[in-house]
């Protein structure tokens, strides 16, 4: 938590996570989040590593209470997967990331990316793929300017539904990115079976590249044997300039992490975008 931050920070411990009054409480506050107007979307940049360019921006969920707390994804995800909350909140997740990002194109004549990251419950509702063309439809977002982020972890349990789903819209132009890639177990296999465009390498590959040479060389494989089978990477949680030179060096494709900037809300990434 970060004392005298812009804002307050309601700290869960675990006493408390497993708390059932604490977890019913939540989840009605949950319920009612939605109707309330209470989430907003941040926007974080990735950026082209070659040019230094912004290729798009990840859309990040954000739950403001009416007291003004602020409660980090980390807290109520797993909640809202559970209780099935994760389908209508991710919908209005899309309809407003793929408005969002459609306004600014427009504003600027510019394009980019817009990603948004997508719960495997999503991806199991029969009429997932046909939602996402109707929202696109609606925005006037060109489908391939969206990139759904998917985690290997939840990809596990419906891994034909969800391959159906994401050739399906693939064919339209929209793209697929591996979220976390490294953190599971099954990674190399799932690059295999996945329709994946973009592979998203997690932050704890990238955190000692600076400083351990193993890690170095880690990164560097992966990133290769990526590029080798002609998908683009994505390295998350990039802090230091010194780990953007690594990168740089390795050849990797694309970054995101606080070192470029912190996920912003949607006028302060406009004007970020704006300035460029
Ligand atoms: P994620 O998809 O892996 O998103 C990246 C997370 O890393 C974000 O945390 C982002 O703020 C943080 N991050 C980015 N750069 C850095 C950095 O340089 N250093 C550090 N320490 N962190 C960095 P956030 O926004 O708290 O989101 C956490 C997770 O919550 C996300 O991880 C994602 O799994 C989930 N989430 C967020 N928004 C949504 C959503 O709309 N739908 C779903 N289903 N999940 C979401
Ligand atoms: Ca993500
Ligand atoms: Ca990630
Ligand atoms: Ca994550």
Redesign the pocket.
């Known amino acids: 938590a970060k004392a005298g931050g812009k804002h307050q920070f309601r700290i869960f411990d675990e006493t408390m996570r497993f708390d059932l009054l604490h977890k019913r409480k939540l989840e009605d506050a949950l319920q009612g989040a939605l109707s309330q107007n209470q989430f907003t ?2 926007f ?1 940049k990735q950026v082209h590593v070659p040019s230094g360019e912004v290729k798009g921006y ?5 739950w403001q209470q009416p007291d003004g707390l602020y409660i ?3 807290e109520w ?1 797993q909640l ?2 559970e209780t099935g909350l ?1 389908v209508p ?2 919908y209005w ?1 899309l309809q407003t990331a793929c408005q969002t990002a459609k306004k600014w194109q427009d504003a600027l004549q510019t394009r980019f990316t817009i990603s ?4 495997a419950l ?1 991806l199991m509702q029969y009429d997932f793929a046909d939602q996402v063309l109707a929202v696109l439809a609606e925005t006037g977002l060109d489908p391939r300017h969206l990139v759904l ?1 998917l ?1 290997e972890t939840l990809l596990i349990q419906s891994i034909e539904t969800s391959t159906n789903h994401l050739n399906f819209l693939r064919d339209k132009g929209v793209r697929i990115a591996l ?2 890639f490294g953190k599971g177990f099954s990674s190399l296999s799932y690059i295999k079976q996945l329709p994946a465009d973009i592979i ?1 390498i ?2 704890s590959f990238i955190d000692h590249i600076d400083d351990s040479s193993v890690d170095r060389v880690i990164m560097e494989s992966i990133i290769s044997l990526v590029q080798r089978i002609d998908k683009e990477v994505v390295a ?4 230091k300039q010194e780990q953007l030179r690594i990168l740089q060096a390795i050849g990797c494709d694309f970054v ?4 470029f900037s ?2 912003l809300p949607e006028h302060q990434a406009f004007h970020a975008l704006v300035e460029v």
């Not at 948004?116 to 719960?119: A, L, Y």
């Open positions: 979307l941040h974080q990840e859309a990040l969920l954000r980090p994804p980390a995800i809202a997967e994760i909140i991710g997740v948004v990251n997508i719960s999503q982020e985690t979220d976390d998203k997690d932050k998350e949680g990039v802090e995101q992490g606080y070192y912190k996920p």
